[in-house]
């Protein structure tokens, strides 16, 4: 066996934050993965990235990493008899923040739609 010094070209992080300020980061050729902490998805995430990291191998988002929170299927189903209650507990379930008076309204309108287009038929 023989032993070699070994250097890599490119070394290896993890970068995490914001994207705007990991695109004003000092540009590097190392092998990157990159966590946003940004609380949407950024379009063209990745290409952007790989601007200023051309060795950028992989994009998640901080929301997408934190463990799931564990529900109980014992708690009690409750407002099953209004729709607007279960698309209300739907989304706070899922994003973990209720509706919005806006999103509300749309919610509403729908299911107004939909209950004239079924006394209609």
């Given at each position: 066996?023989?032993e ?12 995490r ?11 590097s ?8 902490t ?11 990235l ?15 990493e934190?463990?799931p ?17 279960v698309v ?8 973990d ?11 509403a ?10 006394d209609?038929a």
């Open positions: 066996i023989e070699f010094a070994f250097r890599p070209l490119h070394g290896v992080r993890v970068l934050g914001r994207h705007a300020e990991l695109l004003s980061a000092e540009p050729m190392d092998f990157v993965k990159a966590v946003l940004d609380a949407t998805p950024v379009i063209d995430g990745m290409k952007r790989r601007a200023v990291f051309p060795n950028a191998c992989d994009l998640t988002y901080e929301r997408d934190r463990a929170e564990i529900k109980s299927l014992d708690a009690p189903a409750a407002g099953l008899d209004d729709p607007a209650d209300a507990g739907f989304l706070e379930f899922v994003r923040e209720g509706l919005s008076e806006r999103e509300a309204n749309v919610v309108a729908a299911l107004h739609d939909i209950r004239q287009g079924e209609a």
